[in-house]
């Protein structure tokens, strides 16, 4: 599976307009503060929801995921 790097991550997030700049920053910093991945960060700072998450990555990596 294809890995998709921390920073384009939240960068197509914020050009998709499914997160705030501010929300960005503050996983980034969540991520970086409690050594977890940034899809944890984006759930764990409420950024986004779980269900939402999972629905943009199945898109992305063109699967289905189960939650």
Do not use: C
């Not at 977890?36 to 990555?57: H, I, P, Q």
């Amino acid at each position: 599976m294809q890995q998709i790097p921390k920073k384009a991550l939240l960068d197509r997030l914020l050009a998709e307009k499914r997160i705030s700049a501010a929300h960005a920053e503050g996983v980034r910093a969540h991520a970086e503060q409690n050594n977890v991945r940034y899809e944890d960060a984006l759930v764990e700072t409420g950024a986004l929801d779980e269900a939402s998450l999972l629905k943009w990555l199945a898109a992305i990596y063109k699967t289905r995921f189960v939650s």
